[in-house]
């Protein structure tokens, strides 16, 4: 069973800084995309920025020049430097690991189960 652990998550003022760090665990060979989610009360889940295995990074419009996605293949972790944030920045922010190769198989959607990130005075 393939599992995500997010971390990072707090208050943070506008302007502020926040990291970011989600590591996948479970007999993992390889994972194909891994990216973060986040979702607002009373709004749908989105993404924020996904990267991919060799490295091509897909960013929100909203989030792009200020947050920063990074991956190590070899420990099945991805970070998101978030810069600048802004109150609209809040919500809860999820982990996804997308085609997991591992000893159980190929396994898809692959979801951890967030972190709040709240930025508020």
């Known amino acids: 069973q393939v599992r995500l652990v997010e971390s990072g998550g707090g208050l943070v003022q506008p302007g502020g800084s926040l990291r970011l760090s989600c590591a996948a665990s479970?007999?993992?060979?390889?994972?194909?995309?891994m990216g973060w989610y986040r979702q607002a009360p009373g709004k749908q889940r989105e993404l924020v920025a996904s990267?991919?295995?060799?490295?091509?990074?897909n960013y929100l419009d909203h989030v792009k020049g200020r947050f920063t996605i990074s991956r190590d293949n070899a420990k099945n972790t991805v970070d998101l430097q978030m810069n600048s944030l802004k109150p609209e920045d809040t919500a809860v922010y999820y982990c996804?690991?997308?085609?997991?190769?591992?000893?159980?198989?190929?396994?898809?959607?692959?979801w951890g189960r967030g972190t709040q990130v709240t930025v508020s005075l």
């Open positions: 996804k690991a997308d085609r997991v190769m591992s000893a159980g198989g190929v396994r898809y959607n692959n």
């Open positions: 479970g007999s993992i060979f390889s994972i194909n995309t």
């Open positions: 990267i991919t295995s060799g490295g091509s990074t």
